[in-house]
């Protein structure tokens, strides 16, 4: 990638407690220092959701990256694909991802969720995985983690989750700030994991009104390309999926 400045996380920043790591990294203002909290007590979800966490039990980690020139869109979209790769490259275990980033187990319960918020000094990108929770320790029914996914015996250790996921979202990243083939790889590796394509939807837009449509694509810059029971395409930026088992 001739030309191309390949940026990676230089800092590690480990909080025994934090509200949020999103809210940390943002004041801190420092690009690519990592931000970890063994508790974090006031996690933010997106639309103004809650993420819970156990203490101890999962991974709240934050970065900011200087914003990156275009294809903003993107980036939420290969925060998911680098933490399914980091979570296949420890565990061996091959998540769904939803768009537009949630990791889901086959079961179609949820593994990790990610927050990605805009500010002036860059991205804030904030990854929740749950690893070790007992199914009690788990916040909603719907959730799962990764020791209940791969059975007893099999607990990941957490650090070489930081790690591998460190290194895939650089390499994500790096790859779609160089463009041309790179880019394209990691978005073809993007479609190849995202379940949401090609399935049947229901698409809520935040408001609680939600619809049922198909799902045709991720177009290139990140939204997703529906069809309604009238037929025509609609390219959607935000919104909820649920995917629907038919
Ligand atoms: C998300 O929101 O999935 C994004 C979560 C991002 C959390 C990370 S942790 C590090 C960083 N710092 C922060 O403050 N945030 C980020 P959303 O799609 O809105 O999902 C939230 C919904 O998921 C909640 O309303 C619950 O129903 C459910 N939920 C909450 N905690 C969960 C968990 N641990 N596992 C699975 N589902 C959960």
Redesign the pocket.
């Known amino acids: 990638r001739a030309g191309v400045k390949e940026s990676s996380v230089t800092q590690v920043h480990l909080h025994e407690q934090l509200a949020?790591?999103?809210?940390e990294a943002a004041r801190l203002g420092m690009p690519w220092a990592l931000v970890l909290a063994e508790h974090?007590v006031?996690?933010?979800?997106?639309?103004g959701?809650?993420?819970?966490?156990a203490p101890r039990a999962?991974l709240?980690?934050?970065v900011l990256v200087p914003t990156p020139p275009g294809a903003l869109g993107w980036v939420p979209l290969l925060t998911g694909l680098a933490l399914h790769q980091a979570v296949r490259a420890v565990t061996g275990l091959d998540t769904a991802i939803k768009w537009p980033n949630?990791l889901l187990a086959q079961s179609g319960a949820?593994?990790a969720?990610?927050?990605c918020e805009l500010t002036p000094a860059g991205i804030v990108i904030?990854?929740?995985l749950?690893v070790l929770h007992s199914r009690d320790e788990?916040?909603?029914p719907?959730?799962t983690s990764l020791a209940l996914e791969l059975g007893p015996g099999a607990a990941p250790d957490r650090t070489d989750l930081v790690i591998a996921y460190a290194g895939a979202l650089s390499a994500v990243l790096n790859a779609q700030h160089a463009g041309g083939a790179d880019a394209a790889g990691e978005r073809a590796a993007y479609r190849r994991a995202c379940t949401t394509i090609g399935a049947r939807v229901e698409l809520s837009d935040g408001t609680g009104r939600a619809r049922r449509v198909e799902v045709e694509a991720v177009d290139d810059d990140g939204r997703l390309v529906v069809r309604d029971a009238s037929g025509r395409p609609e390219h959607v930026t935000a919104g909820?999926v649920h995917h629907v088992r038919v």
């Open positions: 949020s790591t999103n809210t974090q006031g996690g933010k979800g997106r639309l959701r809650r993420w819970s966490e999962g709240a980690m934050s949630d949820k593994l969720g990610i927050l904030g990854a929740g749950n788990l916040p909603v719907t959730a909820d």
